[in-house]
């Protein structure tokens, strides 16, 4: 848990602030959603003023967090002006700050302090004034929780106990995932008790999806693909599956997770084409076997049994790049 000092030290910087910008990793997940949703209400409560910016678009299963602070997707002209004469920077979830876009860069390139707070391991970047670490935290909005409780605890409310809810909720898989503690269960209980409704939150989160996504998860399963006596699993979706179904490009949220409920699979895998050529791998592992290090060496991260990377190469070249080098790592694991 971060220390009662750093709450303290970061205290001072958001009181001094009066115009704050939150942003998170691009295709942000529920964790970086919800606990930029938690702080920037958080803020507001406080008197000032916030503009959350993300690269990306919010995905249609986490809209309904717009109901609680609106959430924006960067635009250059709308954009610029507030990034480079905001009193503050927020990074949350972001791990490193070239993941965070061009809002990131604009932000980089003003005068404002930059403050990053993550579960991630973080990387000392020069230009951040404060950065706040703690791998223990299952999710960022853990954190954000506890940055309440030490400094704002009347600060609190249904609301932005709901944002940290669907962050907690998404980064524990559900409360399945290994970064689930007794303390996760603290801090959820603790949510509860402001009347928030978890039925109601993992409908909407979980339980919409469209057609298309499931006539692509169809495509998806029908063409599973094994390695290493089918310890590994891993699955191609192109740019050309997606629209042949008439699909988005987020209906892919989840699969992994699926992949790896594979009786005997330690590893699920999916390259996925972006629309600039490049190709996002997405890692998942269970029991002992651990691919952040996997993630690493192909320039992206993550955590031990959750990672990914962007590789600037064709879908087929990224194959061929990132299977040996995950067998070998499974392999050394076994």
């Not at 995905?59 to 009193?87: M, R, T, V």
């Not at 600060?155 to 996760?184: C, H, M, P, W």
């Not at 490049?278 to 031990?304: C, S, W, Y």
């Amino acid at each position: 848990m971060t220390n009662i000092s750093n709450w303290r030290e970061l205290e001072t910087r958001l009181t001094m602030a009066k115009e704050i910008v939150v942003t998170m990793h691009m295709n942000p997940d529920g964790d970086a959603l919800g606990s930029s949703a938690a702080m920037a209400l958080l803020l507001s409560n406080l008197g000032k003023r916030v503009r959350v910016i993300s690269m990306s678009p919010v995905p249609d299963n986490y809209l309904f967090l717009n109901k609680l602070y609106k959430i924006e997707q960067y635009e250059a002209g709308s954009h610029n002006f507030f990034l480079a004469h905001c009193d503050l920077g927020i990074f949350l979830d972001v791990g490193d700050l070239s993941r965070a876009g061009k809002v990131g860069e604009a932000l980089q390139k003003s005068s404002a302090p930059l403050i990053s707070i993550d579960h991630h391991p973080g990387n000392g970047h020069k230009r951040l004034t404060m950065e706040m670490i703690d791998t223990s935290a299952c999710s960022t909005a853990t954190m954000i929780f506890d940055l309440i409780q030490a400094i704002f605890p009347e600060k609190l409310n249904r609301q932005i106990a709901e944002a940290l809810y669907v962050g907690i909720l998404t980064d524990t898989g559900s409360f399945r995932f290994s970064n689930t503690t007794a303390r996760t269960f603290d801090v959820v209980r603790h949510l509860l008790g402001y009347g928030i409704s978890p039925p109601e939150i993992y409908q909407a989160v979980y339980e919409q999806s469209s057609i298309a996504r499931m006539r692509l998860l169809g495509m998806v399963l029908s063409n599973l693909r094994f390695e290493l006596d089918k310890r590994i699993v891993w699955v191609v979706i192109t740019q050309d599956m997606v629209k042949k179904v008439g699909g988005d490009p987020d209906d892919t949220d989840g699969f992994n997770d699926l992949l790896r409920t594979i009786q005997g699979v330690d590893v699920s895998l999916i390259f996925k084409e972006r629309h600039d050529g490049d190709t996002r791998v997405n890692f998942r592992a269970k029991g002992k076997i651990r691919i952040n290090e996997t993630a690493k060496k192909l320039g992206g991260g993550g955590h031990p049994q959750a990672s990914g990377a962007i590789l600037k190469l064709p879908i087929d070249k990224a194959i061929e790049k990132t299977l040996p080098l995950l067998i070998a790592d499974v392999k050394a694991q076994l």
